[in-house]
């Protein structure tokens, strides 16, 4: 028993393809964006501030010698009564130099540490991404091309003009009755006829035969068919 498709709206599938063209291009936006962050992050931690503590460090540590330098120069100095001068803003700058010194030191360190941290998050990343990147650069344009050729293909069943049952058996039987007439298929009893009137046919030409081969005889035997007077 046959069925009919029920088709109510082809467009409605167009429109699911358009919008998945959108979203792919949207998702790959997105991933190319959040990529990019992760390699301006990571050139900032690496080329930026790695060399900026690298430079800071030594700069600083110059900065805390010369600060010492400055509170022996100062306990070396006397005064007019013999007395030594103070050196408690010395002493004040080279403790806040010290601890200037430090906090790069531990910067940098702490840099360090981020860069192999994101080296790593990075490589995790890279790979929850792999299905998603294969879903945007492989599966999904294969759906688009689907659906568009299911669209294509469904527009072409919608023009094509629909024959009904009664219409289809009609144009069965007057094909099947010019076959018969032009010879190409026969009935049963036709067949059967020709077989008869073919049986005939031959009964009648072994008669003939049978009655040639006995005239033929009789000459051969005394010249006068047989019978005669």
């Known amino acids: 028993m046959g069925s009919e498709a029920n088709i109510s709206d082809v467009a409605a599938l167009e429109d699911f393809r358009r919008a998945l063209i959108r979203f792919r291009e949207d998702m790959g936006i997105a991933i190319a964006e959040a990529d990019s962050e992760i390699k301006s992050t990571f050139i900032w931690l690496e080329r930026d501030r790695v060399l900026h503590w690298r430079r800071a460090v030594p700069r600083l540590e110059e900065e805390l010698t010369s600060a010492k330098l400055a509170v022996l120069r100062k306990e070396m100095q006397t005064m007019g009564t013999g007395q030594r001068p103070s050196t408690i803003d010395e002493r004040k700058t080279v403790d806040r130099m010290k601890r200037k010194v ?4 531990d910067r940098l360190e702490c840099t360090r540490r981020w860069i192999g941290t994101l080296q790593r998050d990075i490589s995790l990343f890279k790979g929850a991404m792999s299905p998603v990147s294969s879903l945007i650069d492989r599966d999904m344009p294969d759906a688009i091309i689907r659906l568009r050729n299911m669209t294509l293909a469904l527009e072409a069943y919608l023009a094509t003009p629909t024959v009904g049952l009664a219409e289809q058996v009609e144009r069965a039987r007057a094909k099947v009755a010019s076959m018969r007439r032009a010879g190409e298929i026969r009935t049963a009893e036709e067949d059967a006829k020709d077989a ?12 003939l035969a049978a009655a040639r081969d006995a005239a033929l005889k009789s000459l051969g035997a005394g010249g006068k068919p047989s019978g005669g007077s």
Do not use: F, S
Request: charged residues 50%; hydrophobic residues 30%; negative net charge.
């Open 102 to 105: 430090e906090g790069a030191r």
């Open 196 to 207: 008869a009137e073919q049986l005939e046919l031959e009964q009648d030409e072994r008669v």
